[in-house]
T-cell receptor
């Protein structure tokens, strides 16, 4: 089951904040977040395991609500370099057995 | 440390032909995943190889196959190419399975079927 990402696209001014959501109808083991710039490979941002943890990476952080099967990616004081397409990838069992099921992506455009 | 490499960068084939795509994982990584990124469809899981064995496959027909070599590099073969096979094919490598992991993606092979 493909996770649902929202919003599909967002345009921000540099310095503004953004939240990208990823929801699944199935119980999840982990949620992975990636960013892909046009013409480039997706780059790993962070992984969150079931247990409702929250992680941070510079001004980018994420949470995973196990009860809601929802993860949110928070981008604080966005920079031009944050532009790209953000994908969440979900895993229903650990150890890589399922591969990752990716959402359709959220296009983020940061304007000066 | 060298990242995941893929070859060729671009591949143009005619409908009905076969395509072979190659992937070399990061040193120390034993798992290789293949994904198809078609326009508007996002990343679709194709195949997972670990320790030389196919461990799982996504919802793709059998004409998508591959293998993993003793050095953990991998090959994806697509037989009887169809126009809708045109896409960016990404491979990703990960450390030995059984624990939380991150996947590191290669730059991809752009396959165009005419």
């Amino acid at each position: 089951q493909q996770p649902v990402q929202s919003p599909q696209a967002v345009i921000l001014r540099e310095g503004e904040d953004a939240v990208i959501n990823c929801s699944s109808s199935k119980a999840l083991y982990s949620v992975h977040w990636y960013r892909q710039k046009h013409g480039e490979a997706p780059v790993f941002l962070m992984i969150l395991l079931k247990g409702g943890e929250q992680k941070g990476h510079e001004k980018i952080s994420a949470s995973f609500n196990e009860k809601k099967q929802q993860s949110s990616l928070y981008l604080t004081a966005s920079q031009l370099s944050y532009s790209g397409t953000y994908f969440c990838g979900t895993e229903r069992s650990g150890g890589g057995a399922d591969g990752l099921t990716f959402g359709k992506g959220t296009h983020l455009i940061i304007q000066p | 440390e060298a990242g995941v490499t893929q070859s060729p960068t671009h591949l143009i084939k005619t409908r009905g032909q076969q395509a072979t795509l190659r992937c070399s994982p990061i040193s120390g990584h034993t798992s290789v995943y293949w994904y198809q990124q078609a326009l508007g469809l996002g990343l679709q899981f194709l195949l997972w190889y670990d320790e030389g064995e196919e461990r799982n496959r996504g919802n793709f027909p059998p004409r998508f196959s591959g293998r993993q070599f003793p050095n953990y590099s991998s090959e994806l073969n697509v037989n009887a190419l169809e126009l809708e096979d045109s896409a960016l094919y990404l491979c990703a490598s990960a450390p030995p399975s059984g624990r939380a992991y991150e996947q590191y993606f290669g730059p991809g092979t752009r396959l165009t079927v005419t």
